[in-house]
């Protein structure tokens, strides 16, 4: 049994990430507000890529500027091979998921607060919450291989604890640019199942 130190409610058989998710954003928590204070920057700074070009020229970073002296779309620029792959090996030892625009707190049944990426998702939730089935969310990467042999991260979004299965809520369009990188990843990872609509989140059946 959990018993949170702010609001000192009690939980049973939380995991040690929803422990951790729920002190963090409980109501009680004095620190929740500066939580939240970091979010919206967060938040803020995914929406408008300016805030991080001036953050990085006010720290003395090197940045891409057009002739107008403003943020560069790069979309002419290229990293070396050199540089690709530290950046494929730092993401590769990173146990975090993707910061995106549309992120959002969702408090669970069982009190406990988890951060949601889309409106699907958080149908999804709904829709597990409804009907009583235990989930959480991964926080370690599955670690998946490619055709050429490389190792990669990938983050399901939900796990529903008592049947072993990951549910990955992916509209059509994702599932049609990532298609064969989905098609490996369901070889390697045999119990995850993709809903490709908003439907299949809402009306949901295990």
């Given at each position: 049994?959990?018993?949170?130190?702010?609001c000192?409610?009690e939980?049973?058989?939380?995991?040690t990430?929803?422990?951790?998710?729920?002190?963090?954003?409980?109501?009680?928590?004095?620190?929740?507000?500066?939580?939240?204070?970091?979010?919206?920057?967060?938040?803020?700074?995914?929406?408008?890529?300016?805030?991080?070009?001036?953050k990085?020229?006010?720290?003395?970073?090197?940045?891409v500027s057009?002739?107008?002296?403003k943020?560069?779309?790069?979309?002419?620029?290229k990293?070396?091979l050199?540089?690709?792959?530290?950046?494929?090996?730092?993401a590769?030892?990173?146990?975090h998921?993707?910061?995106?625009?549309?992120?959002?707190?969702?408090?669970?049944?069982?009190?406990?607060?988890?951060?949601?990426?889309?409106?699907?998702?958080?149908?999804?939730?709904?829709?597990?919450?409804?009907?009583?089935?235990?989930?959480?969310?991964?926080?370690?990467?599955?670690?998946?291989?490619?055709?050429?042999?490389?190792?990669?991260?990938?983050?399901?979004?939900f796990?529903?604890?008592?049947y072993?299965?990951?549910?990955?809520?992916?509209?059509?369009?994702?599932?049609?640019?990532?298609?064969?990188?989905?098609?490996?990843?369901?070889?390697?990872?045999?119990n995850?199942?993709?809903?490709?609509?908003?439907?299949?989140?809402?009306?949901?059946?295990?």
């Amino acid at each position: 049994m959990f018993i949170c130190k702010h609001c000192k409610k009690e939980f049973e058989e939380l995991s040690t990430a929803n422990k951790a998710n729920h002190s963090r954003w409980c109501i009680e928590n004095p620190k929740r507000q500066t939580y939240v204070d970091h979010l919206v920057c967060a938040r803020e700074s995914i929406k408008n890529p300016r805030n991080q070009f001036v953050k990085a020229k006010d720290e003395g970073r090197s940045v891409v500027s057009s002739t107008k002296g403003k943020p560069s779309t790069r979309k002419n620029y290229k990293h070396s091979l050199d540089v690709i792959e530290v950046i494929r090996t730092r993401a590769l030892s990173s146990p975090h998921r993707r910061l995106v625009r549309s992120i959002r707190p969702y408090t669970k049944t069982d009190g406990t607060i988890v951060m949601l990426d889309s409106s699907w998702e958080e149908a999804l939730a709904v829709r597990l919450d409804e009907l009583k089935i235990q989930w959480e969310r991964p926080i370690t990467p599955f670690k998946w291989i490619d055709i050429s042999g490389k190792e990669h991260n990938y983050f399901p979004d939900f796990y529903l604890c008592d049947y072993n299965v990951f549910l990955d809520p992916k509209n059509p369009h994702a599932v049609a640019v990532q298609k064969e990188k989905l098609e490996i990843i369901k070889i390697q990872l045999p119990n995850l199942k993709l809903l490709t609509t908003l439907k299949e989140c809402r009306e949901f059946k295990i």
